[in-house]
């Protein structure tokens, strides 16, 4: 069975735009965290996109090694089970209709989901490796100094000798790392 190719993660592409953003909200739409049925995510989002339902899932490549050696990239959801949906209440009744969705749960904070998921989508954009953090473990908040990740806030963990930026979604509170260099980052 071949591996499917990487799939939309985002849609719009400019979903965290502050224009979008305050036009989209000026409509009545407002975040939801759309938990999925077992390993639904992108059909659910292939699901919406017809209907033009703005949507996010960050969307990873993971190497794996087949038994005969050959590496092959699988492209697997950041966040199990998790879609974010930026929807008005019609939408959001058209993404129940498509027969994916576990639950739909009300965003709170949705300033902080939004901060939090742009930085994300920042740094999926880099094509740096990422891999999932499903631990918030305490270390020194930080903040990218310069390149293309300037800005991106998250806290310093250490694994296996190396130094890593924790970027976390609080409201999952899980997260995704890279590997940084101690020049690279500025303490908070």
């Known amino acids: ?7 939309k993660s985002i849609n719009p592409e400019d979903l965290f735009d502050e224009n979008y953003l305050c036009t ?3 409509s009545g739409a407002r975040w939801w965290a759309v938990y999925t049925l077992s390993r639904r995510e992108k059909d659910f989002m292939r699901r919406l996109l017809p209907h033009q339902v703005p949507f996010f899932c960050p969307i ?3 190497p794996k090694r087949s038994p005969k050696g050959r590496v092959r990239t699988t492209f697997t959801p950041l966040f199990a089970n998790y879609v974010f949906i930026y929807a008005t209440e019609d939408e959001r009744v058209r993404a129940f ?3 994916c969705i576990s639950r ?3 965003v709170n904070d949705e300033e902080r989901l ?3 998921l742009a930085q994300i989508s920042q740094l999926m954009k880099s094509k740096q490796e990422l891999r999932f953090e499903s631990r918030l473990e305490p270390g020194t908040p930080v903040r990218i100094k310069s390149g293309p990740m300037e800005g ?3 806290f310093v963990i250490e694994t296996r000798s190396e130094a890593r930026l924790l970027v976390t979604v609080n409201y999952l509170q899980q997260g995704t790392s890279l590997e940084i260099k101690d020049f690279e980052v500025e303490k908070l």
């Open 1 to 7: 069975m071949p591996v499917l190719k990487e799939e």
């Open 24 to 26: 989209r909200r000026e």
């Open 60 to 62: 990873i490549g993971v």
């Open 97 to 99: 209709k498509t027969n």
């Open 104 to 106: 739909c749960l009300e």
């Open 114 to 116: 939004v901060f939090d």
């Open 152 to 154: 991106i806030e998250g």
